[in-house]
């Protein structure tokens, strides 16, 4: 018997897309991946991370690829959804708190 290569648990890493060609250059999608390995439990989490760009001049020497970032809206709504919840419980919670001790008192 073999033994197992130890994985990490938690991996992460960068992967680049094939690109794609346009009269306006070339254009590479780049994504972050997340891996969580556990044993009976693998998640895999993409997210376009950039998207690469060559303008189109070929021949150019030196001619370096800009990198042009991709805002994770959809992260960010959903974590400030998550902190407003939070916000409310714990304020509702001291609310209720405060208004036992003065019927208690």
Request: proline share 9%; aromatic share 6%; hydrophobic share 40%.
């Amino acid at each position: 018997m073999q033994p197992v290569p130890k994985t990490p648990v938690l991996q992460v890493s960068e992967t680049r897309g094939s690109p794609v060609a346009t009269p306006y250059g070339r254009f590479t999608p780049i994504a972050r991946v997340v891996r969580l390995r556990w044993p009976g439990v693998n998640v895999i989490w993409n997210r376009a991370v950039a998207i690469e760009v060559n303008d189109g001049k070929e021949g150019q020497e030196g001619q370096e690829p800009s990198r042009v970032p991709v805002r994770d809206v959809t992260t960010q709504i959903v974590a400030s959804i998550f902190l407003s919840g939070v916000i409310v419980a714990v304020s509702v919670s001291l609310f209720l708190r405060k208004r036992r001790r003065r019927r208690t008192s």
